[in-house]
């Protein structure tokens, strides 16, 4: 508990004298989160809720740009004799943004990126009372990014093809209840050494690569060290209960909040194609960094499953992940409790434009049987 209680600690320190970046690289989260657990926190592989080996994909349309697409891929295995945990993760993601650069101003002229990572994750379990299991994991990966910035050297110096990317993560099992706490981009990678690429003050007025030792983001470049190549340190916290309604009916409430560390302020380019900071889907919200979802998940039988997740609007920044969608709902089947698809379709808020889209399918195996399946016969 001790160990946790310091993880916990460092990594809200971390949170709150973080800096302020202009454009953030991430992973967008998936809106099945609940089902890949252990890409966001590595403390949950080998947790009996999460599955074996997972797949997600995930396809989302913007007017007046290209489809972007997203793989998500996790499998794990668990020591027999020790109390310890395997896993490979892999993810991939493109799309297009035009927070970039403040000289862009519509969704047309948006800038390309793609970005992927491979790697492992190990994750150690210890007791916590007669009742309760701690675990902490960790996740190591080699991260790619491609888009203007990283294709481009910097004052003679070329960009890095990879970078080494480390997570965090911790996790709390009481009987049903489960509590998770988890720092990604915990080392903060960036694809120049000595800082990344930085707006610092002086620089061409182009949108090019400036003198002054950064991008340029338009006719003057930001001061106070705005990194647009670096990973951020991003929080994730996750809680979750399941309450068994019926012996055959499992009724699951959780919150999944995410918070990039140093990006609570306004973005330069927040409003680009708006009118203002009163336009878009979110108007007068301004925590771009800031998510969350709240959701529960019906659980019948094992065999058949429903979500859904609400997400509140925190900012009208184009950078804001939940910017355009209000929610998402998700309807899946599992079969002999094992082999498992769902869907989820995210639901646009009320001023987002009809033509956005976003849908995602997952499969997975669930090898390991939570004790509540195991046990149907229980009475609670």
Partial sequence: MRIILSIILLCCTQWAFGQFTQYTPKFKPFSQYYYQQA???????GNDSQPQYWFSTRTTQEPNLSRGRSYN??????????????????????FQDNTYDSTIDSLASSRDFTEWQLGLQTSFDFDMGEEGLGKIGFTGTAVRLRNAGTTASLNGQNP?????????????VYNRFKLG???????????FGGGGINTSSGGNTGGGIGVGGGI?????????????????????????FDWRLTESLTFTPQIFARQIIGQNGNLNNSNANFGGSDDGPCSGANLPGSSLDVGFILNYYN????????????SHSRDNIYRDYFGSVMVGFRLNETYHVSTSWDLRRRNTDNYYRQFEIG?????????DYAEASTDY
């Avoid at 890409?39 to 592989?45: E, Q, S, T, V, W």
């Avoid at 001061?223 to 929080?235: E, I, K, M, V, Y």
């Avoid at 499969?363 to 004790?371: D, M, S």
């Fill in 39 to 45: 890409y966001y926190n590595p403390a949950y592989i």
């Fill in 73 to 94: 891929a996790l499998a794990n295995w668990s020591m027999i004799k020790i109390p310890i945990s395997w896993g490979v993760v892999f993810a991939y993601e493109d």
């Fill in 160 to 172: 890095r093809n990879f970078v080494f990317n480390m997570d965090v993560g911790v996790l709390a």
């Fill in 181 to 191: 706490f988890s720092m990604v981009h915990s080392n903060e990678p960036n694809y």
């Fill in 216 to 240: 340029s983001t338009g006719g003057s470049s930001s001061g106070g060290g705005n990194f647009l190549s670096r990973f951020r340190r991003t929080g994730y916290f996750h809680a979750s």
């Fill in 303 to 314: 065999l058949i499953f429903a979500g859904f997740s609400y997400r509140p609007c925190f």
């Fill in 363 to 371: 499969i997975g195996a669930f090898l390991l049987r939570p004790p």
